[in-house]
């Protein structure tokens, strides 16, 4: 059976939810075809414009278009191009081509058509970016004669698009369509039967419903709701009307930031402020107060006489958006008026902490922090002033970067969550800016610690941003698992990956952390003269292994097919499925065989005699923990170690009865070398059955590879041609380990 049969059979064994879409009797488009698309659009680097250019007269697809139309090769080369794959699925390109359709029965299958601009403006509502953008971009589709305005067919058009994308978002377009209505009713401010586009922009800039459709970005606006479509699975009320909120799918709108809840009708009708983020000069600093926002308490207890709060079919009861308690409506109004912040209050950065200065005095109290910050890393007002914080004593802020694309759609959810429980200034979206503005925010701030929810990829990301921004201090690190291997937050005690688990409960468990170092590493690679240019090499900097040969090629197939594929790689389960897959593929080839000929190794200067053994890998290992929880150096007892720290330590041990006894310790400045024997002892190594070869631990290793090879560091994998590779300490991140487990070892792996 070939590798490429074994991959399918893989994914379709276990992925009944992704198979469903593709029946060919399935004629209309469905919410699981749309589940599939978005996750190739998440992957996909081209945005719409850049294949529009393709169907221009001078472009390479110009062929396929006929007028304003395209044909279904056209579709089908459309999707190709846009999404970046080969083989998307015929039978969902075909329900897809018939959504655009206009039913004409007379018309023969295969001389349908679709109007290209109807696929743009879908798919441009489904990419990432600004709604006013957005807007611009479908007005100019449709605008194909640039007089600079359309007709009232023309917008209804665009609108169509619109509530197709909607319906398919899980919106319950009943609620939506009042509403586009009532802005097509507005939009043609000046009555003359056409739209300018700056009436199209102005009109949906404020529309609060089509602005969470096309994607509404958080703004820096302090009082402007985060809105967000939402389900609601118990009676809720709307804070404007007051009525219930009805529907069978998503019924209303919801601030991420301070829960009030309105009919998306409602959202156009003047709803009362979001919560403040900050206060509006230095003199209100240090004043708590509580941010009561009304109703949808039902069936909890009030904090103040500790009774249930009723809601009697209407709006009843308050809460408080700081420290997250409830009271009866009477209640709120009494004694203590002053806010605590709440459990959380170790990591809270109230409005009362944050104020903000004029720019040019900001640029004048650095503090004695060295380098210069870029404005457009600056915490700023709309009114052009920068944000400064004045802790509240005793805490320590947590700063947070959230990577919305790890772990499917959880890293968005936990964005949304974390912007509830604490401030919306103390969580950054990684995709908007990276985490410069963050760091800028917190540089002068003298205790304060990070939390970083993604992937391991995303924590190295971090820590070379805190290498690089001359911060006054090092603040320690801690990790919420989205990605899939997640082998640093395994060894650090933040378990194998999050699963849904009250993110309260975890910000707890960061405040009863503790600090440890972690090693860091420099890797230089260095090509031999006269040698093919390969891949990139994906890092300068080894935070978790580097691997060379038999494991690196199982990696480097797994990353090319989930290029290749992205909609096959959307869960931690169907990725370890793959990975078996991979490495039992590989025990057949055995693509690496007699790998000690392939190159040499010196450790701090004393060359490894590797003729006597049967490699098809080598590892260099910074933590105890690789391709999601395999432990390849294996467990010391407690009593064989000689607890050496590693002042003591020789630069390099080699010597086969020392190293069974060696621990491994992510702060000794030590590197531990293991070889691999094949995939199948891969497969030992993860269950638990066994542990590699131990080879060596050393300061610094240098490594000469004689023909291409893939290699990998952590978990990012190329094919290598001959080189020299030198590894030698960087320096050490402060990282926090978390609470021990109390039923578990030193590592809690999960």
């Given amino acids: 059976m070939d590798t490429i049969t074994c991959e399918e059979q893989a994914v379709s064994a276990e992925a009944g939810a992704m198979s469903t879409p593709t029946n060919p009797e399935v004629k209309e488009l469905n919410p699981v075809d749309f589940i599939q698309l978005q996750q190739y659009i998440e992957y996909c680097s081209l945005k719409v414009k850049d294949v529009l250019r393709e169907f221009d007269a001078d472009g390479r697809l110009a062929r396929h278009r006929h007028g304003e139309c395209i044909n279904e090769e056209g579709f089908r080369l459309f999707l190709k191009t846009y999404l970046g794959v080969e083989d998307f699925p015929v039978d969902l390109c075909q329900r897809l081509f018939r959504s655009f359709q206009n039913s004409e029965p007379t018309q023969e299958d295969s001389a349908k058509e679709v109007f290209l601009k109807d696929v743009s403006c879908y798919f441009s509502l489904l990419e990432d970016g600004q709604p006013r953008d957005k807007l611009e971009f479908a007005f100019k589709l449709y605008d194909r004669d640039g007089n600079g305005v359309l007709d009232s067919s023309e917008v209804d058009r665009i609108i169509a698009q619109m509530m197709h994308a909607a319906e398919y978002l899980g919106w319950d377009v009943s609620e939506l369509r009042p509403v586009l209505k009532d802005m097509m009713t507005a939009i043609d401010a000046d009555s003359s039967g056409t739209v300018s586009l700056e009436e199209w922009v102005e009109g949906g800039m404020n529309n609060v419903p089509l602005l969470v459709l096309l994607g509404l970005k958080m703004t820096q606006k302090d009082g402007q709701h985060l809105w967000r479509m939402k389900h609601f699975n ?108 709440g459990p959380l209050r170790d990591h809270v950065l109230p409005p009362w902490a944050i104020y903000p200065v004029v720019k040019e005095r900001q640029n004048n109290v650095k503090n004695g922090c060295s380098g210069s910050t870029d404005d457009s890393e600056l915490n700023t007002t709309p009114d052009g002033q920068v ?239 690789m391709h999601g929880g395999s432990n390849l150096w294996g467990e010391t007892k407690k009593g064989d170690t000689k607890g050496m720290t590693s002042q003591e330590e020789p630069e390099v041990i080699v010597d086969p009865e020392i190293l069974k006894v060696t621990s491994q310790d992510l702060s000794d400045r030590r590197l531990e070398v293991v070889g691999l024997e094949g995939a199948m002892e891969m497969g030992q190594i993860y269950t638990g059955l066994k542990s590699a070869v131990r080879l060596a631990k050393t300061s610094q290793i240098t490594i000469r590879v004689k023909k291409a090879l893939p290699m990998q560091i952590d978990g990012e994998p190329w094919m290598q041609p001959p080189c020299t590779i030198h590894i030698t300490h960087k320096n050490q991140a402060s990282m926090l380990m978390g609470p021990q487990a109390k039923s578990s070892g030193f590592f809690n792996y999960k």
């Avoid at 772990?407 to 800016?433: A, D, I």
């Fill in 234 to 341: 118990k009676p809720v009320y709307c804070n404007v009307c007051q009525s219930m909120l009805l529907g069978l799918r998503k019924q209303g709108l919801c601030c991420t930031c301070c829960k009030y809840t309105v009919h998306g009708r409602c959202a156009n009708r003047n709803p009362g402020p979001c919560t403040r983020t900050y206060v509006k000069s230095k003199k209100e600093t240090g004043v708590p107060a509580h941010d009561w926002v009304s109703g949808n308490c039902d069936s909890r207890k009030c904090e103040k006489c500790q009774k249930k709060i009723k809601s009697y079919q209407g709006l009843t009861g308050k809460h408080c958006v700081w420290c997250h308690t409830m009271r009866h409506d009477a209640c709120a109004d009494q004694d203590p008026t002053e806010c605590t912040c």
């Fill in 387 to 625: 944000l400064q914080i004045s802790p509240v004593p005793n805490t320590h802020p947590l700063l947070v970067f959230v990577n919305p694309k790890s772990g499917g759609k959880q890293g968005e959810r936990v964005l949304r969550k974390l912007q509830y429980l604490l401030n919306p200034r103390q969580v950054h979206n990684l995709c908007n800016g990276g985490p410069g503005p963050g760091l800028s925010f917190f540089r002068n701030l003298q205790d304060y610690r990070i939390l970083v929810c993604g992937g391991d990829g995303t924590v190295g990301w971090i820590l070379d941003a805190i290498d690089k921004s001359n911060l006054l201090v090092r603040p320690p690190v801690a990790v919420l698992p989205l990605g899939t291997g997640n082998d640093l937050a395994r060894c650090l005690r933040w378990g194998g990956g999050y699963d849904g688990e009250d993110l309260s409960r975890i910000l707890k468990d960061i405040e009863g952390s503790s600090q440890v170092l972690m090693d860091r590493w420099s890797v230089q690679v260095i090509p031999d003269e006269n040698q093919e240019k390969g891949d990139p090499v994906p890092y300068e900097i080894i935070n978790n292994y580097f691997s060379i040969g038999v494991d690196a090629s199982i990696a480097h197939r797994f990353h090319t097919m989930r290029e290749k594929h992205p909609q096959k790689f959307n869960s931690r389960m169907k990725n370890k499925l793959w990975y078996f897959e991979f490495a039992t593929s590989e025990t057949i080839s055995a693509s690496c065989k007699k790998l000690s000929e392939s190159l040499t190794i010196e450790c701090s200067g004393t060359p490894l005699d590797l003729s006597s053994l049967s490699l098809e890998g080598v590892a260099v290992l910074n933590i105890p923990s």
